[in-house]
């Protein structure tokens, strides 16, 4: 079975300052890949997604994610955070012939600092 | 479009009661499924369905049923209710089963309480 792991829980950062937020996952053959936001009490959000081409992908509210197969990681970026950026993020692979069964991470929790 | 709809937000049931968790989407997507969410755990695949008539199973079923009698529904039965299955339960839907429109949109959730 794939697997899916964030290792930060929690990670805070000063608003302004740069972002990486760490997923490594197991799977076999190239993955579908996935970043998700919740903000509290709400449902998830797609940010990105991945499932062939550009390993380099953008996503909305300025972030990206790089695919890097070598070191089975998926990290998640942002040049500038915002206060607004504060939530949960999770990373998730797509199980399946279609990628449509998520296999998610536990999730970091971001703070951000004014 | 409404998009993925859930109620109730709420519930708290005792245990060994029964409830229909109700999901619905307005957007023809073919793909359809039940996650719940857990501290610490992210979220598990409960059951899925890839159009009307076909359900199947996902991480954790037990405990729970599901059926897929329209396009636009999917409700998630817990037949008898106990207090492992206190959680936040998310609905989500696809447009289809092609790689590309894998993106899946998930509803607000409800939050189930066990006594």
């Known amino acids: 079975a794939q697997s899916v792991t964030q290792p930060d829980i929690h990670i805070t950062v000063s608003e302004g300052a740069s972002l990486e937020l760490r997923c490594n996952y197991s799977y076999g053959a190239t993955p579908y890949l996935f970043w998700y936001v919740q903000s509290p009490g709400q449902g998830l959000q797609l940010l990105l997604k991945y499932f062939s081409g550009d390993t380099l992908v953008q996503g909305i509210k300025g972030f990206e994610a790089e695919f890097k197969r070598s070191q089975s990681s998926f990290n998640l970026r942002k040049p500038s955070v915002h206060w607004s950026d504060a939530a949960e993020y999770f990373c998730a692979v797509g199980e399946g012939e279609y990628g449509n069964k998520l296999v998610f991470g536990a999730g970091t929790i971001l703070r951000v600092k004014s | 479009n409404a998009g993925v709809t859930q109620t109730p937000k709420f519930q708290v049931l005792k245990t060994g009661q029964s409830m229909t968790l109700q999901c619905a989407q307005d957007?023809?997507?073919?793909?359809m499924s039940w996650y719940r969410q857990d501290p610490g755990m992210g979220l598990r695949l409960i059951h899925y369905s890839v159009g009307a008539g076909i359900t199947d199973q996902g991480e954790v079923p037990n405990g729970y049923n599901v059926s897929r009698s329209t396009t636009e529904d999917f409700p998630l039965r817990l037949l008898s209710a106990a207090p492992s299955q206190t959680s936040v339960y998310f609905c989500?839907?696809?447009?289809?089963?092609?790689?590309?429109?894998?993106?899946?949109?998930f509803g607000p959730g409800t939050r189930l309480t066990v006594l």
């Open positions: 989500a839907s696809s447009y289809g089963t092609s790689g590309y429109y894998n993106e899946q949109f």
């Open positions: 957007m023809n997507h073919e793909y």
